[in-house]
């Protein structure tokens, strides 16, 4: 299993463009996160999904938006990138077993907005 | 008062010492509690699971304290390769997106 997958792994764009995140998951995990991570500020939520067809908004959300078409894929756009924007993205999927809830974590995005 | 909030560190120990981390989380009604490891520029991944009960994963225990809101991480016979930051995270419920702290960072030497 690749496990979460995060494409891409770098990307530069310029104020004002835009660009789609895209996050794949092979574990059917029902719930997908997008995060973001800045320094000193930690990981915040963008937005999660609980289950195909369905999202959220989390505690950073925005300027970004998100879409579930498919239980295996998570998209997170920028309609119009700011350099506020720079950052570090991270897309997570999560299970629910009987003895807890996990989640793990795909290898992120470095977004630079100039 | 913050959500998930740890003693941002860092922590600078020689191998083979005892180090404890803590951390405190504000919402009484969190139900699920973990350490997550993250070492530089890469992503977090999950450490372990915390339990009331208390839990122990080789040189690593974690435990919790749910009356005074509290999880603590202690890692025995300190490693170069424990070198990461170690992020405590909450959960609300089980499902919901987790709460992450901003980390503690540690640093192993020879």
């Known amino acids: 299993n690749a496990g979460v997958t995060q494409t891409p792994k770098f990307r530069v764009l310029k104020t004002g463009q835009s660009m789609t995140l895209l996050c794949a998951q092979d574990m059917n995990h029902e719930y997908m996160y997008w995060y973001r991570q800045d320094p000193g500020m930690g990981l915040r939520l963008i937005h999660y999904?609980?289950?195909?067809?369905?999202?959220a908004k989390g505690e950073v959300p925005d300027g970004y938006n998100v879409s579930r078409l498919k239980k295996q894929n998570f998209l997170l756009g920028l309609e119009s990138a700011a350099p506020s924007q720079t950052s570090v993205y991270f897309c997570?999927?999560?299970?629910?077993?009987?003895?807890?809830?996990?989640?793990?974590f795909g290898p992120g995005t470095r977004l630079t907005v100039t | 008062r913050k959500e998930v909030e740890q003693d941002p560190g860092p922590f600078n120990v020689p191998e083979g010492a005892t180090v404890a981390f803590n951390c405190t989380y504000s919402?009484?009604?969190?139900?699920?509690f973990f350490w997550y490891r993250q070492d530089c520029r890469k992503e977090p991944k999950l450490l372990m699971s915390?339990?009331?009960s208390g839990n122990e994963d080789g040189r690593f225990t974690a435990q919790l304290n749910r009356a005074s809101q509290y999880i603590s991480l202690l890692i025995r016979d300190s490693k170069l390769s424990d070198s990461a930051t170690y992020l405590c995270?909450?959960?609300?419920?089980?499902?919901?997106?987790?709460?992450f702290g901003k980390g503690t960072t540690l640093s192993v030497s020879s």
């Open positions: 919402n009484s009604a969190s139900q699920s």
């Open positions: 999904s609980v289950g195909e067809g369905t999202t």
């Open positions: 997570a999927s999560g299970k629910l077993t009987s003895a807890a809830y996990e989640q793990y």
């Open positions: 995270v909450v959960g609300p419920q089980a499902g919901t997106a987790l709460i």
């Open positions: 915390v339990y009331s």
